[in-house]
């Protein structure tokens, strides 16, 4: 009965791109993926919905997990296993199709919907947040190089030299991801989404991070920011930053060891960050 209740799979249209606003609503992550095959959905996306889904299980539980408990995730995670892999095979999907799961404050069972786009885009996910745990923002970062490293041996092998270059963008990548959402995390105030949205095109990844956020913060990383961009000398940078309070090392590692050949921070309404930074390849 509680898979009826509170897993939903249906064929829907979407269009894909929100900008975050002050609506609250239930969800924990929201989450918006490009669906590249059924291999990718079955494979990747699948044991990501399950892991998170344990997470979440623990946390409605107070972390204390019994053998009993234990037993009642396997079962769930099983059943959502099967219902999820045999609704892949049965529907017809493209590359283009976004698949859309929420993960409810209330409900440890995700609702997942296949939503049909008829235009192409170069948007390969967009994920909206509240206040979460590295558990979960390493979760999708490991989701994130598999789902990644597939998508590109799969669409763009010819663009690389090989497979390891894939593997180190990819890496790369997550690295960039993942410390721009741990600043948004960190950052942002009430129980409002923050939003990435990464896109792909042309040798090139756009990530965009969005969220709520104070003057006072805002203006901090858009220092940090300008700091970058005027500085000769990125060692001594660093070396100020280990030295302060005022953690934002991976922002300027990001831009020390990868390719990132663009990157800019706006404060929109005087009440949103949008972080924006390009890593080529």
């Not at 509170?6 to 490009?34: A, P, R, W």
């Not at 344990?54 to 995730?73: P, V």
């Not at 017809?92 to 049909?116: G, T």
């Not at 129980?191 to 042309?202: A, F």
Request: net charge negative; with cysteine.
């Amino acid at each position: 009965m509680i898979l009826n209740k509170k897993l939903c799979i249906v064929n829907l249209e979407l269009k894909v791109g929100y900008m975050i606003s002050e609506k609250i609503d239930c969800n924990v992550i929201h989450f918006y993926q490009k669906v590249v095959d059924k291999t990718a959905l079955i494979r990747f996306t699948t044991d990501f919905i399950l892991k998170i889904f344990a997470l979440f299980y623990k946390k409605q539980h107070d972390g204390t997990m019994g053998q009993e408990s234990d037993r009642i995730i396997k079962s769930i995670q099983a059943a959502l296993f099967v219902k999820i892999n045999q609704y892949v095979k049965d529907v017809q999907i493209c590359p283009d199709n976004i698949i859309d799961i929420k993960f409810e404050k209330d409900n440890a069972i995700p609702i997942v919907s296949l939503h049909h786009d008829s235009q192409k885009s170069d948007v390969l996910i967009d994920i909206l947040f509240k206040k979460i745990s590295w558990e979960e923002i390493n979760e999708f970062r490991v989701f994130m190089v598999r789902y990644l490293d597939y998508y590109l041996t799969k669409f763009h092998l010819s663009e690389f030299p090989g497979k390891s270059s894939i593997n180190k963008v990819v890496t790369d990548l997550s690295y960039v991801v993942q410390e721009l959402l741990q600043n948004a995390n960190a950052y942002s105030y009430g129980h409002y989404d923050y939003e990435l949205i990464l896109r792909h095109s042309n040798d090139k990844f756009y990530i965009t991070v969005s969220n709520f956020a104070e003057k006072d913060k805002a203006q901090m990383l858009i220092n940090i920011v300008n700091e970058i961009k005027n500085c000769e000398d990125l060692n001594n940078l660093v070396l100020k930053y280990m030295k302060s309070d005022e953690k934002h090392l991976g922002i300027i590692t990001s831009v020390y060891n990868y390719k990132i050949s663009d990157y800019n921070v706006e404060y929109i309404d005087d009440k949103i960050i949008q972080t924006q930074f390009v890593m080529e390849y």
